[in-house]
């Protein structure tokens, strides 16, 4: 705006926005960089020039330590202002971060609050206390149906455990001891007729030859064969 114009109220510019502002001064740093290049590089020629001109022509030499006097300067001044630059453009950096993070924050906290908005705590506590109250019904019905009432009902602990203690001590005895599982012994069955047995074959044999003395067919065979 010109001098004029902030005299008489004329319109007012409008300022930059962060991104605009750095994006700027990265431009100006930049081209102070390039400065700073150029003159560095005129520095080192003014100082050639002097050290070629030492002996033979001493004013060519101070002239051009003259001028690597004035350029050494106007490098120092570059350097301060690209520090201050660098600084400025920095902060602005931060500022357009605290910016961005606040907003994100402001976004989220307003998400929040209209998640919440239809939401009653105590309506919450109760719905809670309800779900609780579910768990627990839940759990004694698991309970009451894993419980067995009727199977098994009429068996004694300590007698399965005293059975089951029987049998350790026999798979002990028979691994670790070597004590040999008693086999039951059978009598053996006799070879010869029992008293009662034989005479009731041998009368048995006295009543099948009378039986055939008195078939008239046997009486036959025989005095056939005789």
Do not use: C, Y
Not at 144 to 165: C, K, M, Q, T, Y
């Amino acid at each position: 705006m010109s001098f004029f114009g902030k005299m008489f109220g004329g319109k007012k510019e409008v300022a930059p926005t962060t991104g605009e502002a750095i994006q700027k001064l990265r431009e100006t740093e930049n081209m102070l960089i390039k400065k700073q290049e150029f003159l560095e590089a005129k520095i080192e020629d003014e100082l050639n020039t002097a050290r070629k001109n030492a002996s033979k022509n001493k004013r060519v030499a101070l002239q051009a330590l003259k001028k690597k006097k004035r350029l050494e300067k106007q490098l120092q001044q570059i350097d301060g202002t690209l520090s201050t630059i660098e600084m400025q453009r920095e902060a602005l950096e931060s500022a357009n971060t605290n910016t961005a993070v606040l907003t994100t924050m402001k976004n989220a906290a307003d998400a929040l609050k209209t998640a919440h908005q239809n939401m009653d705590v105590d309506k919450v506590h109760d719905m809670m206390d309800d779900i609780a109250e579910q768990q627990d019904v839940a759990r004694e019905i698991s309970d009451a149906i894993s419980n067995p009432v009727a199977f098994g009902a009429d068996l004694d602990d300590e007698d399965l455990e005293r059975e089951l203690d029987e049998l350790e001590q026999e798979n002990f005895d028979k691994e670790i001891i070597g004590i040999p599982e008693p086999t039951p012994t059978l009598p053996e069955a006799p070879t010869e007729d029992l008293p009662e047995k034989a005479k009731e074959k041998k009368k048995a044999t006295t009543t099948n030859a009378v039986e055939d003395d008195d078939d008239p067919v046997m009486k036959q065979l025989i005095s056939w064969s005789n």
